[in-house]
């Protein structure tokens, strides 16, 4: 998708580009928003905006432009994990420092974008630095981060912030609707946390058939009457990451419709051991940041489920 697709977009475009004519524009830009809000979109435009030729940045004509279009602009680079990684390497950051030390090409900017750029290892962040703290002349660093909390402090101080924000639900829900007719765009949109390009993502992936198993399987766990060694036999071995997030939303609904039961949301019903729900939320939040490492998920998915199943049937008790 290009900016003009993401009207949300328009506003922190707009500021950016005031403060690259006024020369505010620092050599290192953090992008920060939530997957699904276009923080690789915008970043992409910072850079083909730092590079253009013209005045009307970016025009989309010039030589630099024409060259951004085809896809093959030589003053900038694009790094993201390799393909089946967990982190951003060393190595791959010493490769991008090295290509940005060499002089421009067309005699302008360099630019180079670092998507989850909060993938780095400790070695690869250390790197990083050295090249913020010392930036080669008329280069430009924009990094993209979901997280920025697992960025070290030394680089987050060293970039000028730009947060995208999800946009209002009504614009997000217009914004869907226009590109496909569909009742269960406020259920994905939820469960998108806001992000409309997310919920798009989640209904292509098929996520409203995932809903409906997940809505059954909380209904069996609060039952007691899930089986629970098959069913975290078959989680693990597809959608977890999806399950994770799923549950995330539900209990943290659950929560919100019992401590704030005059906020616009359908009743509960009643919960009697909120606590045990407030502990699973925090297991289930524990259990996505340890997806990366290397862990039984077999044994991690039974005994979440074993939790759940007695956190959901005490609330109901």
Request: proline fraction near 6%.
């Amino acid at each position: 998708m290009k900016l003009a697709d993401l009207p949300w977009l328009s506003e922190p475009a707009r500021r950016a580009r005031e403060a690259f004519e006024r020369g505010r524009f620092g050599h290192g830009i953090l992008v920060v928003a939530a997957p699904g809000l276009g923080a690789e979109v915008l970043a992409r435009w910072l850079a083909q905006m730092a590079l253009c030729g013209n005045d009307s940045r970016p025009c989309g004509t010039c030589a630099s432009c024409q060259l951004w279009a085809a896809g093959n602009h030589p003053d900038y680079r694009e790094l993201r994990r390799e393909e089946d990684a967990t982190q951003l390497k060393v190595e791959q950051i010493r490769d991008l420092s090295a290509a940005l030390s060499l002089k421009s090409y067309r005699g302008g900017y360099k630019v180079a974008v670092i998507a989850e750029a909060d993938a780095m290892n400790a070695n690869a962040a250390n790197a990083l630095l050295k090249t913020l703290e010392e930036p080669p002349p008329s280069t430009i660093l924009v990094l993209c981060s979901a997280r920025p909390s697992r960025l070290p402090a030394t680089i987050v101080s060293r970039c000028q912030r730009i947060d995208i924000a999800a946009p209002p639900a009504r614009d997000a829900l217009a914004w869907l609707a226009a590109r496909k007719p569909l009742q269960q765009w406020p259920t994905l949109l939820e469960h998108a946390a806001g992000a409309p390009v997310r919920a798009l993502e989640l209904e292509s992936a098929g996520f409203l058939e995932l809903d409906q198993d997940m809505r059954n399987a909380v209904e069996r766990l609060a039952a007691r009457s899930l089986d629970i060694l098959s069913t975290a036999e078959r989680w693990h071995k597809k959608d977890l990451g999806l399950r994770l997030a799923w549950l995330d939303t539900w209990i943290a609904r659950r929560v919100r419709q019992v401590l704030a039961p005059a906020a616009h949301l359908p009743p509960a019903g009643e919960i009697r051991n909120i606590s045990g729900l407030f502990a699973l939320l925090d297991r289930v939040r524990a259990f996505k940041l340890e997806l990366d490492t290397p862990l039984n998920k077999q044994l991690a998915t039974e005994e979440l489920l074993m939790r759940a199943e007695t956190a959901l049937a005490a609330a109901k008790a």
